[in-house]
């Protein structure tokens, strides 16, 4: 999952000066035949004011990042819920089950990109993940982990 990461950092659109990006959330979902991994991204001065979210997609069976202005990328978020209502504040999460589930995440990711798919047990544990961070989570983002749960 790094390296997916490192490619959406080193992506054109998170090459402002004096931006601060950090991953929020990662999701898996498909588009006609192919496996996306969606991230939500935190954008924000280095002071953590100006701060908004974005996605970023990520096309396993193409390892390619979509670019912001393309039309694909358009027409694939544009079915997401919108994120400018979107606040990480007020979610319970208890540190070592927040780790653990980073891990479980970070696997199903690594899976997905080696595979080219994930299998039904791998699909299990990944839901099994959105169950678990809905409950940690604040309402605000609950309705980003619903959606990506029916998307799968």
Known sequence: MNEIIEKIYDSPEYKTKGKQILY????????NNA???????????????SSKYRYSVY????HKVLQADTDDYQKIVSAFPALDSLDYNGGRM???QFQNQKKIISQVIDTLDTNGVLNSDEISVYLEYLSIMNNMTSDSVKKVYS???EEI
Not at 24 to 31: A, E, G, L, S, W
Not at 35 to 49: A, E, H
Not at 59 to 62: E, F, L
């Open 35 to 49: 496996w996306l991994v969606v991230f939500v991204i935190q954008v924000s001065d280095f002071d953590g004011k």
């Open 24 to 31: 929020k959330d990662v999701f898996i979902c498909r588009n």
């Open 59 to 62: 096309n396993v069976n193409a």
């Open 147 to 149: 959606f990506f749960k």
């Open 94 to 96: 208890d540190f070592i």
